[in-house]
């Protein structure tokens, strides 16, 4: 009763001190249902493996390319109040990652060795907790993974000197799981001030991501989790598609789940109707993952998880919007080449595979399997435009729920405003920014940005400027040829391999003798392109004319990124400047001299006077 009673007094205070939690009580487990406040509790909604480390930003001029950062209070907060407009109660994160011997310099872990964590990892989960308070969103956090992504297991193990395996019976490689166990346990979050043991907001823990773990092992760690901890229900985190009586007889274990992807021999909706059988009446289960197949076996998994008692399930997976505007992007290794993260409310962009209707059935179902309808999703917030150096590159944080965006510019800050992008698409460009003013005339001019739905049309974001403007930026991302003059030879708009191409969902694929032609409304001042090389660079060769008839060389430089494969197979790639010698050329072409991809073109001409 006094432990209680001071928790509560922990949680009267955070309140009080960093903003009211949405939460007033831990979820329990009566039978096989998971409750909240004396009512079953259900839910249908996502994993989002970034929210509390970022390993998707992978900008093309990155130079270093390695894409993780720690999320910002922006990102985390998109995150979760879109999970929260989208009906869904639970988030699933990805696990705590630990340090591996192959990572690059800046790359931030939470695991440094044994008993050696990273504050700074660990403050940006704070604040994911923090955020999730105040959205009323619960967490469910794996601890450990069996793969090799974000380190796991492999490297607790090569802590010690010893093979993967030990992870599982090694006492010492236990013991130093165990004390990253207790840290996380027994930490006081930095902003609210609440221990980790005592928030609500935390669902349950997850022993860890697809683990190839013997129960025995199981026992030993959720024994250790509940010795720490009595507010918090534990989850099996084994990896499998149908439960084992193992863990459905193991009493340390409060909830069990299961993970579902192609390649098993039942389909999705039966494995679950299944498992829920099988759990009845003995522990509630919880689908952890689901995912990379069409959307009528996605509806059907959905549906079996609403006509069984199963607690809850997590589609795989959802991204957030980036701090530096748009999204961050995943295509998903073992998604058959097709499969991304999705991003709410959707895009055309995901036609291929159903973002959009699939997203607004996820949305529906989330709300029936709580028992209510889904409420009219409302008019945006108003964005937030970041700082422009050029009209040629303005980019905003986005807003919840937003379909599209209205850029608009005037000539002083208070107006009058004139519509110069209408129906922007922030998913159409990917780590790059959203809109390129490509009408715009000589002189100082203001930009502000607008949201828009369904349901109407945000109030104006901030305004910025005065933008200088003496050159306008013609931009074309390749998403079809429709932007270029002419163009000979085999070519193709490739929309594979995108994480080899950094998350570039459209470029324009050519091999030797093939060449696309622009023509500009001015002399051309300047051009940069960006190229992708799947194998060995094979240099791009550029000349400008003044008749589109008599080409020049042009003058060019190539300005080669640093080579890093990653985990991924990132593909060589390089930045070329081009300078026209002559003053009069407006057209610009560009040949291949061998297999390569060219993921966007910059062309600058001089700006037409007011």
Known sequence: MKKHLLTAVAMTLAAALHGESQFHDFIRVQGDQLMAEGKPFRFLSWNIPNLHLVEDNIPFADAHGTGWRLPDRFEITDALATVRQMGGQVVRTYVLSVSRTNDLPGVPRHVLGPGEFNEEAFCALDQVLQVANEQGVRLIIPFVCNWHWWGGRLQYAGFRGQPKDAFWTDPQVIADFKQTLRFVLMRTNTLTGVRYADDPAILCWETGNELECPPAWTRVIASYLKSLDTNHLVMEGFHTSELREESLAMPEVDIVTTHHYPGAQKGFAQLIRENAARAKGRKPYVVGEFGFVNSQQLAEAIQATLETQTAGALAWSLRFRNRDGGFYWHSEPAGGNKYKAFHWPGSPLAEDYDEMPFLQLMRKQAFAIRGLPAPAIPAPAPPKLLPIADAGAISWQGSVGAVSYAVERAARPNGPWTVVGENVDESFTQYRPQFSDETVTKGKWFYRVRAKNAAGVSAPSNVIGPVRVAQVTCVDELADFTKVHSHAGELGIESRDCRSAMEDAHRAGGRAGSALV????????????????????????????????????????????????????????????????????????????????ISRVEIQRAADAK
Do not use: C, H
Request: aromatic residues 16%; proline residues 6%.
């Open 518 to 597: 622009y023509r500009m409304a001015s002399p051309i001042t300047a051009a940069r392109v960006f190229v992708f090389f799947p194998k060995e660079i094979a240099d791009v060769k550029f000349s400008v004319s003044a008749d589109g008839l008599a080409f020049q060389p042009a003058a060019t430089q190539r300005n080669e990124l640093p080579f890093n494969l990653g985990d991924y197979g990132y593909w060589r790639r390089a930045i070329y400047e081009v300078k026209p010698a002559s003053k009069k050329d407006e057209f610009l072409k560009i040949e291949f001299t061998g297999a390569a991809q």
